[in-house]
């Protein structure tokens, strides 16, 4: 009989424990979408056109050209053979803007997710000239597309930084990247778009 209760505990305890890991590891977050920009991958973009935009992203690999400005490689594969897309610079037109909208019928079950993304801004001229990067993580339709949820101005540096943004959104939607020109050395990349679906319990890895 001891022996029998023993073994109930020990049981009771691995389902426990297998539960709460399946939990951490497993059920706690769904990808929803990615976009690596790489050839074959089932990333679905399009660019905005006029007059919701001046131009358009451009979908590069290696070194975007500008001396002082822009990656010398992508964010996945770290070489010149993987791709991303930026907004390359111009001196003379400078706030012109360029829309890129990523997915297509996106959803989340409760409403609530992540948005990864990695970007990629230097002016190595200076910190002042380079322009914006704003994401709209809830876009539904329409001209107006409201309050970017997430602003980055300057440069930041010559590296691929992460970004995330935790979020709510309900019905179907589609994720907005804009870019805005700054001054003179003012290319801004990104790369490795993943949106998580906070379904389970709210939280991810
Ligand atoms: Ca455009
Ligand atoms: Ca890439």
């Known amino acids: 009989?001891?022996?029998f209760v023993k073994q109930l505990y020990a049981i009771i305890i691995f389902v426990l424990l297998f539960s709460s890991w399946l939990i951490e590891n497993v059920l706690?977050?769904?990808?929803?979408?990615?976009?690596?920009?790489?050839t074959g991958s089932n990333c679905t973009f399009k660019q905005w056109y006029y007059p919701s935009d001046n131009f358009d992203w451009t979908q590069w690999q290696g070194s975007t050209g500008?001396?002082?400005s822009g990656p010398s490689s992508d964010h996945t594969y770290g070489n010149i053979s993987g791709n991303y897309m930026y907004t390359q610079s111009n001196a003379d037109k400078r706030g012109e803007n360029a829309i890129l909208q990523i997915g297509e019928k996106l959803k989340l079950s409760a409403g609530r997710?992540?948005?990864?993304?990695?970007?990629?801004?230097?002016?190595?001229?200076?910190p002042d000239s380079l322009g914006d990067l704003k994401v709209y993580g809830c876009y539904q339709g329409g001209r107006n597309i409201g309050e970017p949820m997430w602003t980055r101005s300057k440069s930041q540096g010559d590296k691929w930084l992460m970004a995330e943004i935790v979020y709510e959104c309900?019905?179907?939607?589609q994720v907005l990247f804009e870019g805005i020109r700054g001054t003179r050395d003012s290319?801004?990349?990104i790369d490795d778009i993943l949106l998580l679906d906070l379904s389970i319990d709210g939280r991810y890895i």
């Open 1 to 3: 009989m001891l022996l």
């Open 28 to 38: 706690c977050y769904e990808q929803v979408f990615s976009c690596d920009f790489e």
């Open 66 to 68: 500008g001396a002082y």
């Open 170 to 173: 309900r019905g179907e939607f």
């Open 113 to 126: 997710g992540v948005l990864r993304f990695y970007y990629h801004m230097e002016d190595r001229d200076g």
């Open 187 to 189: 290319d801004i990349a």
